[in-house]
């Protein structure tokens, strides 16, 4: 019933593969407001998107998807409300999304009226798949329909005031076979003709993801070796995550060539969702690159997602998840305990703390009650850790090892986690309560 060979094959030398890491974060374009609210059970309202928005700037983000403006009328206003209330910053650069179609690319610039810049993104369906059962036509028709979309798009820009990018995806892309993704891209290079002023961004969407990372990332590499007027295009992709392969994806296709990513917060989006940003951000910064996105305070940023899109970050999400931070083990807590002294002792030690891959003080949250929390798998080390942080209370070698047995009983007992006054309460009445 499946099969391997219908999700396109490797085509290049994979010279991606030389690379171990990105030293240098892509430009990152949000598409919360757009592909996040389009896959929410309730879309947001004119409001909750201008307080999306606003968030989306205070992260530091400077290309922002803002929606599809001639898709609904909600998607209209706030984009007028944008503009006429005169909320978007001098560094920030909207984004508005546009089928291949003449009544939809006109009322996008009737939407965009008064903008200073946007970009302007026309996309249009490429597989195989596509093309065969939804729009029962052929690869020229196809090329025809982003052609003339482009050219469209081309002759509205001319007519209305403002600076217009274009930029341009075939969707489900990874479905489609690489010559003729390479040709659709090619026309549509053709009519808009980049030039280092006027740059253009071919971004290239795994709308579904359906192959192995390494595959997409080679699919990138052969699009960055093969587009016409490379020098002035910006190659930008558009993970999704339906492989659970999101990050990678957008990763391996930074080191094959990509320059640009477009991504939600904590991924949310069609089905399972768009690539994570936050994680890709994280990641970087966890290799020491400046992701040129702030997340020092996660915790307000996950609070705001949360209310606006009704959506819950899972308690193990990458870094912003409640739990990621935490250690319940004995082992863990030992080697975490161990590591944070090491560190203590000077602070000029790169971050190397056992079982934390970044400081979680970076992402605001706080060493009391995010790392170590104890419940019957807990040892002595994290016993004695807690007494000391929440109490100052430094406790002799010899007592931590009756104290551990004890607190571990008590909580396998209650079949609970025991918090730190509940611990304290245990070391008083082992040791200090001797009746
Ligand atoms: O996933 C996708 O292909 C898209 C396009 C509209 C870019 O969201
Ligand atoms: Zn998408």
Redesign the pocket.
Known sequence: KYAREYFMPPVTSLKWTQKEYITEAPMWCS?DLR?GNQALVVPMNLEEKLQYFQLLVSIGFKEIEVGFPAASETEFAFLRTLIEQDLIPDDVTIQV?TQSRDHIIRKTFEALHGAKRAIV?L?NSTSRAQREQVFRKSRQEIIDIAVSGAELVQACAAQTPGNFQFQY?P???TGTEMDFALDICNHVLDVWRPTPEHKVII?L???VSMSMPHVYASQIEFMSEHLKHRENVTLSV?P?NDRGTGVADAELGVLAGAQRV?GTLFGNG?RTG?VDIVTLALNLFAHGVNPRLNFANLPAIRAAYERLTNMEVGKRHPYAGELVFTAFSGSHQDAIAKGMKWREEDERRYWSVPYLLIDPKDVGRAYEGDIIRINSQSGKGGIGYILEQHFGIDLPAEMREGLGYRVKSVSDRLHKELLPREIYDIFIEEFVNLN
């Open positions: 598409v592909d999304l993104h996309y995806s969707e489900s892309f971004n969407p795994a709308t558009h999704h477009e069609e768009n």
